[in-house]
């Protein structure tokens, strides 16, 4: 019911930056887009959040991004953006755009299809 489409990623030297974009495509429109965010996954290793926001709320992010990542919405567009700036090589990632859509009683996580971001050394 939810399309997730990402655009960025790419490969970047160390403490270089780069941004990622998604747009969600509904396509029930009486499904309400609650949460958008990013997570990333390394080969073998579980997918983990990077950070989220919430219509109304305050971004979340993770530890290890904090003070160089920032994640912004437009909640009227349906679009997610992370900006990440000074990155490192163990940013080194596949990451996901994520959104959590439904109704008032029943909430779903939708994926896009991943962008892979590599960080040089």
């Known amino acids: 019911q939810v399309q997730l489409v990402e655009s960025g990623g790419g490969l970047v030297q160390a403490g270089g930056s780069l941004r990622l974009s998604c747009i969600a495509v509904r396509r029930i429109f009486s499904i309400n887009i609650n949460t958008m965010g990013w997570y990333r996954q390394v080969p073998g290793q579980q997918r983990e959040l990077v950070a989220e926001?919430?219509?109304?709320?305050?971004?979340n992010y993770a530890d290890s991004v904090k003070g160089r990542f920032t994640i912004s919405s437009v909640s009227a567009r349906n679009t997610v953006s992370l900006q990440m700036d000074s990155l490192k090589p163990e940013d080194t990632a596949a990451y996901y755009c994520?959104?959590?859509?439904?109704?008032?009683?029943?909430?779903?996580?939708?994926w896009g299809q991943g962008t892979q971001v590599t960080v040089s050394s």
């Open positions: 926001v919430t219509r109304g709320g305050e971004p």
């Open positions: 994520n959104a959590k859509a439904g109704t008032k009683t029943a909430m779903t996580d939708y």
